[in-house]
Structures are given as C-alpha cells and as structure tokens.
C-alpha cells in the first residue's frame, strides 16, 4: 500500500502533541490516532508500534534541524557566524514548536536505552555538521588550531541542549531565542584564537 504522505505528517504532527501532553508512557496509540482524525488502526498502516512513531517523530523532526544547519553552512561566510546561526537555529525551531520542545528536550530521554541508540543513530548528522563547522574554523584561522573536535563538539552540543531543557523545564516563560548571542559568545570564547 502506497503511503499517504500528508496523512504521515499529520501522525507524526499528532504524536508530538499526544506525547508533549500525555508523556510517551501515557501516550497511547489511539490517543494520538485521536489527535489525528484517524482510526487507531490506521496508525499501524504508517508505524509498527508506538516506539516506531517516537524515532520516526525525531527522524522527521530533526531533518529540519539538519536542513537549516546545511543551509547555515552553505550561506554562511565563517565559522563563527555559522556557529551563531546553528545556536539561534537551533533555538527558533524549539521556539516556534513547544510541543516538539517537550518531546525533544524532556519525552525523549526517558525512553529505554534502545530507543535511545536509536535516535542517537538519526543525531549524528547533525553532530557531523557541527563538525565540519569546527574543521573550517580551524581551518582557517578562527579557532585554535589544537581544540579537540569530539570534545569540542559535545560542550557546543551539550551547552545548546541545556540551555533548551532549562528552558522547557522553566515552562517556556522567556524567549529562548534571545539566549543564542549570549551562549554564542561563551562558546566562541572558548574556542577563538588569539
């Protein structure tokens, strides 16, 4: 059976909302089918299971953190300004969805430990961008030319997350987005030259 594409994104855009709301434990099948307009039955034409719709959520969800970091990176001059538009990026795609800032920041990480691999597995695209971000800035000049990329990598990604948890945890009371200039200039201290 040829999958409907539209009806996919409005499970998936429903499953967000079913786990921000209920919790991914509490967040049965047919309350998402629910959230849908679907029947519960369904759900399984697209998904084998509950935890199949939970990575395809994040599969779907991050490509459009990876699509805006790529764009960041091919329309961006240096590193240090691609940096800054992957932190404010980063922050207005969890701005614009608190749903997906619930699930993201908070459903995913009670998941059990396969599940967990899994979604680390779909992350590492992301991670590899940030990556090349780092090499160009080495590369060409910006950044000490001894940093550990890997370490590096984990403090930039590390910093940007907590700051999103907090954030979530704080309920969403002050605008995330105003935060990138200031993380930004923590972690370009760190990593400059000169």
């Known amino acids: 059976m040829k999958k409907n594409k539209l009806k996919y994104k409005q499970i998936i855009d429903a499953a967000v909302i079913a786990i921000a709301e209920n919790g991914y434990h509490q967040a049965q099948v047919s309350k998402i089918a629910k959230q849908a307009g679907v029947a519960d039955g369904t759900i399984y034409l697209y998904f084998k299971n509950k935890e199949d719709i939970l990575i395809s959520v994040f599969q779907e969800k991050m490509s459009v953190f990876v699509d ?35 699930v993201t920041q908070l459903e995913l990480r009670q998941s059990n430990k396969e599940l ?31 940093i550990d990329i890997r370490l590096t990598r984990q403090v ?36 400059q030259k000169g």
């Open 68 to 102: 805006n970091l790529r764009e960041i990176i091919n329309d961006s001059n240096s590193a240090s300004e691609m940096l800054y538009r992957m932190i404010e990026g980063h922050f207005k795609v969890l701005s614009n969805d608190h749903h997906l800032a619930v």
């Open 116 to 146: 967990r691999l899994k979604i680390n597995s779909i992350l590492k695209g992301y991670l590899k961008l940030l990556d090349e971000i780092l090499q160009k800035g080495i590369e060409d000049g910006e950044f000490q030319e001894n």
């Open 156 to 191: 930039i990604f590390g910093t940007i997350d907590e700051v999103s948890t907090t954030w979530v945890m704080k309920e969403q009371k002050y605008d995330l987005v105003e935060m990138a200039p200031r993380v930004h200039q923590i972690l370009q201290k760190g990593i």
